[in-house]
């Protein structure tokens, strides 16, 4: 354990000593970073899906109003594109587009290149919703890590990139 994590210990520190007692013959530093890891993502995401349901949204269906928009003008995309982008079923992505179709923010129709298919297209009220939501995101997430200064913030993102490339490799 780090000098550091001596004098300021989180909530895993406490589980590593635990298990470093128990069993010394393992090294657990990769199960202190999962667990970090793991904590971490389960005190973000109350928070983040706190400012999702300012704008009346579920974090799924932000994260389909943000693939329609991110996606360009004119911020349309094919059910089957939608599910691939954020790794959902197809039932699961019926649901999302069924609910933020009947709010108005988005809009199903024939695809034109496929008769058997749709499309799923961002209304402006969609457009306006996600926009809204997306800056009170950035802002809301961005106080989240300010306990990070940027060399840190920067150094994270890089450990986090290379981690994950390992990952989906």
């Known amino acids: 354990m780090s000098e550091t994590s001596q004098e300021h210990p989180d909530a895993v520190d406490g589980v590593i000593a635990a298990w470093a007692r128990e069993r010394p ?3 657990l530093d990769a199960i202190a970073v999962a667990g970090r890891l793991g904590r971490v993502s389960l005190l973000l995401l109350p928070a983040q899906e706190a400012v999702f349901a300012r704008f009346g949204l579920q974090k799924g269906e932000f994260d389909v109003l943000a693939s329609l928009r991110r996606s360009g003008d004119p911020y349309t995309l094919r059910p089957s594109q939608l599910s691939a982008a954020l790794m959902l079923t197809r039932a699961g992505m019926t649901n999302r587009l069924d609910r933020l179709e009947a709010a108005g923010l988005v809009e199903r129709t024939l695809d034109p290149e496929d008769r058997r298919s749709f499309r799923v297209r961002l ?16 802002a809301n997430v961005t106080r989240l890590l300010s306990g990070l200064d940027e060399e840190q913030l920067q150094a994270l993102d890089g450990l986090l990139r290379t981690l994950l490339r390992s990952l989906e490799a």
């Open 123 to 138: 209304t402006d009220k969609g457009h306006g919703i996600v926009d809204e939501a997306m800056t009170a995101h950035t």
């Open 25 to 27: 013959d393992l090294d």
